[in-house]
């Protein structure tokens, strides 16, 4: 994990990012130590993804920087590029975060479908997908305890790990809609419509939502973004 300065990334050709051009967050980033933590046991967890390759995977990092965004491109190593105000999110927690990481590292190893066919990065909705039904499952226990909302822990029957998965993704899905200025995805309200063609870019903040759950609950791909 190394510091990383926001002029360096300006000049950089930054292949997936979070969620375009993202305001503020209003919440309270997370101590530095424990952003820092997060970010590694990430690092950990997935480096040998990267060395199947022949690869590194490398998070690069500026957490003074409050702008809420992460990066993911392939350089000389595999790189997640990450912001303090990315764990800042209103009612964030290290779950949010890890989330958001969690989807930076679908970019990198996700699959198909590619947004990028030279680099393999997978599209928006795919790191979406991964994030939950691979990746946040498998880190989530290295994070620290905290109690899932009633709401979620009931829709989950119980399930901890489930629950905190909805709570982190209810969390990040509201700040994409808050940053479109659209109301908050809910369980409830799926989006129901099908895609033409496969979404390259950012889906909609529910859409989004619903592909979240649908990884975590080993369901198929939204058609609100993929196309079969």
């Known amino acids: 994990m190394k510091a990383f300065l926001l002029t360096i990334l300006i000049s950089l050709n ?23 933590a997060v970010i590694k046991v990430l690092e950990t967890e997935f480096q040998a993804m990267a060395g199947a390759s022949g690869r590194k995977l490398e998070f690069l ?22 912001y303090g105000g990315a764990s800042g999110l209103k009612g964030g927690s290290e779950d949010s975060f890890a989330l958001i990481l969690c989807h930076e590292v679908g970019h990198l190893y996700g699959g198909m479908p590619f947004s990028d066919e030279h680099n393999k990065l997978s599209v928006e909705g795919q790191a979406d997908f991964w994030s939950t039904r691979e990746c946040f499952k498998r ?27 909805i709570d982190a993704a209810l969390v990040v899905t509201a700040f994409y809609a808050d940053n479109r200025s659209l109301v908050h995805p809910k369980i409830e309200t799926p989006d129901e419509s099908i895609a033409e ?16 759950k649908a990884g975590l609950e080993f369901l198929t791909r939204p058609l609100c973004w993929f196309k079969p």
């Open 14 to 36: 930054v292949h997936a990012s979070m969620e375009g051009e993202l305001m503020r967050p209003t919440g309270t980033k997370l101590p530095k130590a424990r952003f820092h």
């Open 139 to 165: 880190i989530v226990g290295k994070l620290t305890a905290r109690a899932a909302s009633e709401t979620s822990m009931k829709y989950c029957k119980g399930d901890d790990v489930c629950a905190r998965t």
């Open 197 to 212: 063609n496969i979404n390259r870019t950012h889906p909609l903040p529910q859409c989004r939502f619903d592909t979240l």
């Open 61 to 82: 990092t500026d957490y003074n920087e409050d702008w809420a965004q992460a990066f993911a491109r392939r350089w000389e190593t595999d790189q997640v590029i990450v």
